[in-house]
């Protein structure tokens, strides 16, 4: 099978396995719902207004267009030594496919996200991300990236480090479906791409 057929294969990606399904998460609520809420306590309301920030005080719309609480900005690969590797994931998520990122086998890299969190307080991010070679699925990874308030500015989450495969068997390409969601199950953001693991990074 080829890489181009295996990468068509990932479309039918993200299972249902992505929340636990024993799992309840807290009911959403609004900024003024949890500003005026415990207003008795005081070291908790000024860890909320810690917490929010200028969102406390007025409502952050990055980009009035967009209904979403979630603006998925850029995904890159880092290692260190080695310019960070990035996909704009503003654009046409079709093309992504075609731009392969290489990865030198055996080398420890971390995965960023950058993304901005716009109307309201988000609870429960997490970063999916399953892999595929030839159709099949090798890897899968769920991070917890935690709960953000709305900001002007973009955000971002590293995962933890990763080691790329290494040997004759593991060189070759892979596809990765990837997935922003959050307790609510919102889906924020899916795309799929591509990484190569070579002998060497060209």
């Not at 992504?96 to 109307?119: A, N, P, T």
């Not at 890897?139 to 953000?148: A, E, F, L, P, R």
């Amino acid at each position: 099978m080829s890489s181009a057929e295996a990468t068509n294969e990932v479309d039918v990606h993200h299972d249902e396995d992505v929340h636990d399904s024993n799992y309840q998460p807290p009911p959403e609520k609004t900024i003024e719902e949890i500003m005026a809420a415990d207003q008795e306590d005081e070291s908790l309301r000024r860890y909320k207004e810690q917490l929010l920030g200028e969102a406390q005080a007025e409502k952050i719309i990055v980009d009035p267009n967009d209904e979403r609480k979630v603006l998925v900005k850029k995904l890159a690969l880092v290692s260190e030594g080695r310019p960070d590797m990035e996909l704009d994931l503003t654009g046409d998520l079709t093309q992504l496919k075609k731009q392969v990122f290489v990865i030198k086998e055996g080398v420890q890299y971390r995965v960023r996200i950058d993304f901005i969190v716009q109307r309201e307080i988000v609870h429960g991010l997490k970063y999916v991300q399953k892999t595929y070679r030839l159709g099949v699925p090798v890897d899968k990874m769920t991070h917890m990236v935690g709960s953000y308030p709305p900001k002007k500015e973009i955000q971002c989450y590293i995962t933890p480090p990763e080691e790329a495969p290494s040997g004759m068997m593991a060189r070759g390409t892979y596809s990765v479906a990837s997935l922003f969601t959050d307790d609510d199950k919102h889906q924020h953001l899916k795309w799929d791409w591509t990484f190569e693991i070579k002998k060497d990074w060209e």
